[in-house]
């Protein structure tokens, strides 16, 4: 076989398995599925706040769901049934010394307990309480008193744990006063469970007693369901 014809034989053969190749179906490739993470929303500072107080943590606001439910009481004593977000700007008013017209609570849903809320008048501006109470047993679990003006000296002692954990184990009385307190061994005003005011502070302290009467009395209603 002569040289030209090897070369066209060659060339018919390459070109032969060129047409084959380009025929192969060509492989198709599947995109890639991407996983879409949802963002974890961050739990709110006050939320954190209402959780730290309750001895609850929560790592996402669908777990602090799971562990609360949130109410509002009015200034006649109705309950309502509230979402978080209105339950939290209150709270947030409250502690920041702004004027309410309704109150937070915040019921702990693995036991039977409450974390209610209360404002009023100190001796410069405002204070607050949020109470840790039994629901059935009426008793004070925990208190954390809040100011925000009084004196570093005097009714700023309202917030020491002395004066604060006289209230823990009381048991609120909520059809009417349920404190009364002495200053220096003298009863300034009677009541049916009382504390020591501060020294120096009378009239903080007198205003905290108030706050916790008129404030208790407002959930009366709401406690009284739980007897």
Known sequence: MNTNIKLCLFGLLTAALTLSAG????????????????PVKAV???????????????????????????LLVDSQGVVQNSDMDAA?????????????????????????EAIVTVQGEGYIG?????????????KIKKIALGHLAESETHGAKMTRSSFQDQFVGKLVNNQDQTFGFRQDGTIVADGPQMVDGISGATVTSRAVVNMLNSGIERYSEYLANEE
Request: charged share 25%; hydrophobic share 35%.
């Open 126 to 138: 405002r204070i607050w309480a949020t109470v840790l109470v039994g629901k059935a047993s009426g």
């Open 88 to 112: 939290l700007r209150q709270y947030r008013s409250l502690t920041s010394s702004k004027v309410v017209d309704s109150w937070p609570v915040f019921e702990l849903k693995n036991s039977n």
């Open 23 to 38: 025929c192969k179906e060509k492989k198709v490739e599947k995109p890639v599925s991407e996983t879409v993470e949802v």
């Open 44 to 70: 709110p500072k006050t939320l954190k706040q209402v959780g730290d107080f309750a001895s609850l943590s929560f790592a996402s606001i669908d777990e602090a769901s799971d562990q609360l439910s949130f």
